[in-house]
């Protein structure tokens, strides 16, 4: 029986070794996927190893506790996928997701993560990750996972996908309750939102303080709202006016 270390993390540079797979008789052998492993907890590397060892097509060539370093053994070894935390000492995974889909195109990025807001997947995506999974994720699925990235296919669970469709679904019916305003409700909301009276939010916009006042109740009517500090938060919300 193969022995194992000692549970715990690495110092940070470490390049775990990785024994020799095994192949399993009787079973029909697919083209290899190489697997490089980046993440700055031991015990899910070796976790995530123990599972893709099971795969006769799947083998891990190298884990590392750091991007730095899994920048260099990418560009050295070119693995057919990287799976690879965000949050690491050093440089995050988005960022290492960037510059290694520049320098290494043949090796495909799969993040597997604690963190998975829909913002940071759609970070990780726009970085060049081909994949994404939060680390709640059966063994069964992660290796569907490595399996789809590593031919080419793109891989989001199903409760991340959902939520991206949710956020998405909500950002439109944001931007249609905005799109119900004139340009020049639109003008005066981010005006008065940013601070100023009617008066001088007319002298802006070339209107009078009454004129102002009318359109700001009809403004106000079309969005559903009756005070400034809930108009305050929409404009802040929908990207009207910065969140200083």
């Known amino acids: 029986m ?3 270390g000692r549970l715990g993390s690495r110092a940070s540079g470490s390049i775990d070794p990785v024994p020799a797979q095994k192949i399993k008789p009787n079973r029909i052998v697919q083209p290899l996927i190489s697997a490089l ?4 907890h031991r015990i899910v590397r070796d976790g995530v190893q123990a599972v893709l060892e099971r795969e006769a097509d799947v083998r891990v060539i ?4 750091d991007t730095d370093v899994a920048l260099r053994e990418a560009e050295r070894l070119n693995p057919s996928i990287v ?8 440089m995050n995974g988005i960022d290492a997701t960037r510059i290694l889909s520049d320098r290494v195109p043949g090796s495909r990025v799969l993040i597997l993560s604690a963190h998975s807001s829909p913002i ?3 970070r990780a995506i726009d970085a060049g990750a081909r994949g994404f999974l939060p680390k709640e994720t059966g063994a069964d699925e992660l290796v569907r996972a490595v399996r789809a990235v590593a031919s080419g296919d793109r891989y989001i669970s199903q409760t991340l996908a959902q939520a991206l469709l949710d956020q998405r679904e909500g950002a439109r019916h944001r931007e249609s309750a905005v799109e119900v305003l004139t340009a020049t409700e639109r003008n005066i909301l981010k005006l008065v939102t940013e601070g100023k009276s009617n008066s001088e939010a007319g002298r802006v916009i070339g209107l009078s303080r009454r004129t102002v006042e009318a359109y700001r109740v009809r403004l106000m009517r079309k969005l559903g709202i009756d005070n400034l500090p809930s108009l305050v938060r929409y404009a802040i919300r929908h990207g009207i006016i910065p969140l200083d």
């Open 83 to 90: 799976l690879m935390e965000i949050t690491m000492s050093g």
């Open 120 to 122: 940071i997947v759609r």
């Open 37 to 40: 492993l980046v993440d700055d």
């Open 2 to 4: 193969r022995r194992r």
């Open 62 to 65: 190298a884990s590392v506790a």
